[in-house]
């Protein structure tokens, strides 16, 4: 079985960056959507992924962006993947010429296969469930809703924890799992006991699935 892959969101300060390098996290999520209580602007995205050791990747997040606002970020951190978190299409997606994540608002009824066929340049579709505001709900959707196989690789999120995400992670086998408020004290503020008992929880799903579980 895959070591899933974990992304922490919603960082802004470096003392949870650290924390989540620490933990054992692939990506940190920086939202770059001034409506968000974790918003960062750009030049504070640079000082925050300026501590990424290798191999820990930054990822940008946006909703419905002013093209200008997403050259910025890519001008300012190069190795910036891009998650679009809004309305976009896949035109908007694909113009960047980067590697990216497509959320999809995992509201019932909602035609997961027909998504991902459209968004078949994204890296992964990150399932989230359907909330007001776009993101970073704390809300869980219905796992079950989900189809036997997904065309692209899945990045599970939406009101993960170190309490529910073995059970997601066993469920839904996806290649990466994405959490914000589930290690947080207060929005856009980490608790980095939280982000290492989600990534160790992480570990031990793994463990679980490889074993047979
Ligand atoms: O995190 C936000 O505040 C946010 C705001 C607007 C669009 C997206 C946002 N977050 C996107 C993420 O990838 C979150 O990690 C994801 O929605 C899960 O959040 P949570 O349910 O709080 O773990």
Known sequence: MNRTRIKICGLTRE??????????????GLVLYDKSPRAVTVARAVELARRLPPFVTPVGLFVNAEAADIEAAL???PTLTLQFHGDESPEDCERWNRPYLRAA??????????????FSSAQAVLLDAFVDGYGGGGKVFDWSLLPPSV????????GLSA???????????PWAVDVSSGVEVAKGLKDADKIRHFCDAVRQADQQGSSGH
């Open 75 to 77: 001008q300012a951190i």
């Open 163 to 173: 309490a529910n995400v073995i059970d997601g992670v066993l469920k839904v086998r």
């Open 105 to 118: 608002r995992m509201a019932p009824g909602f035609d997961l296969l027909d998504f991902a066929h459209r």
């Open 151 to 158: 065309p692209s690789p899945v990045v599970l999120s939406g």
């Open 15 to 28: 003392a949870d960056v650290d924390a989540a390098v620490q933990a054992g996290a692939d990506a940190i």
